[in-house]
């Protein structure tokens, strides 16, 4: 679980991201080395999950990450996994932008294999599919869409979940099923009829 193993002392990556959160954009520059290594085991997960062909490779993907979280005006993780939800994001974003600027160029990108649902069955999506699925998640309620985010791309459990976001596990369980469900019916129904 990448949100909780510890990767440089636990106590300077704390006081670091209290630093971003008071606005010291010099703290990222300190943290990114003592979670470099969990920052690229992210990466592997969200390339595994990208379309064959894809250029980007986990070094890259962490780094063009890294100038999203850079870039944007304030980086407001309150705790270890909070910070790791957030790069996720941000490295599905720098995906993202990948196959929007492959489906413009009309190159198609081969097939990107992935599960909404606990490993049992998948769904598959191409380049022009993996723009459904950030168009469907952008539909969902914004907890259920922080539940899919941290889940699925952060490959956060549920009581990290339910610490980020103050809420119950049973919430976040419910809160899944329900985005699950909006998301098979918004991918595979709709695509089929």
Not at 29 to 37: A, C, I, K, N
Not at 155 to 180: D, H, M, N, P
Not at 181 to 190: G, I, K
């Amino acid at each position: 679980m990448v949100g909780s193993r510890p990767s440089g002392p636990q106590g300077e990556v704390t006081q670091i991201l209290a630093s971003l959160r008071a606005g010291d954009h010099d703290a990222l520059d300190r943290l990114f080395p003592l979670v470099y290594g969990e920052l690229r085991v992210l990466a592997r997960r969200q390339l595994r999950r990208g379309a064959p062909g894809d250029t980007l490779q986990a070094t890259g993907l962490v780094h063009e990450a890294y100038l999203k979280l850079a870039s944007a005006d304030a980086l407001n993780a309150e705790s270890r996994g909070h910070f790791f939800a957030i790069a996720a994001r941000a490295m599905r974003q720098v995906l993202v932008d990948q196959a929007r600027a492959r489906h413009a160029q009309k190159r198609g990108g081969g097939w990107l294999r992935t599960t909404l649902n606990d490993g049992h069955d998948a769904v598959d999506l191409g380049a022009s599919d993996f723009l459904a699925l950030t168009e469907a998640l952008d539909e969902l309620d914004p907890r259920q869409r922080q539940v899919v985010d941290y889940r699925f791309f952060a490959g956060l459990e549920e009581q990290e979940i339910a610490a980020i976001l103050g809420i119950s596990e049973r919430t976040v369980r419910r809160e899944w099923v329900k985005a699950r469900a909006w998301l098979f019916r918004s991918l595979v129904l709709e695509r089929d009829s």
